[in-house]
């Protein structure tokens, strides 16, 4: 049997975009430990833009960067030049 899901409330999104920050770290780190590396995929839009503004305040040493495989992510069907698609959101950063 799976086991129950984790449901957490959040008083805010940077609430939640610093638990957030704080699970990927965490994951992170066991993903190094496990496998050598971090298989990320970055979802888009703007719901994530706080978490990786947080991971950018904490410096360097958030994440395992160097071992981090990351893939841009959007589900939205958009052309790049759209504003709200990742593409065009990491391309301004």
Known sequence: MPAAPDVRRFADLDALSRAA?????AVAAE??????RV???AV???TPR???Q?????????????QLQ?????????????P???TAWRASH
């Open 44 to 46: 888009g839009g703007s």
């Open 84 to 86: 709200i698609p990742t």
């Open 70 to 82: 990351l893939w841009w992510a959007t589900s939205a069907p958009c052309p790049p030049t759209t």
């Open 21 to 25: 920050a704080d699970d990927l770290a």
């Open 39 to 41: 298989p990320h995929r």
């Open 54 to 66: 947080i991971l950018v305040e904490r410096g360097a040493d958030a994440l395992p960067w160097r």
């Open 50 to 52: 706080r978490l990786f």
């Open 31 to 36: 993903a190094v430990a496990a496998r050598g």
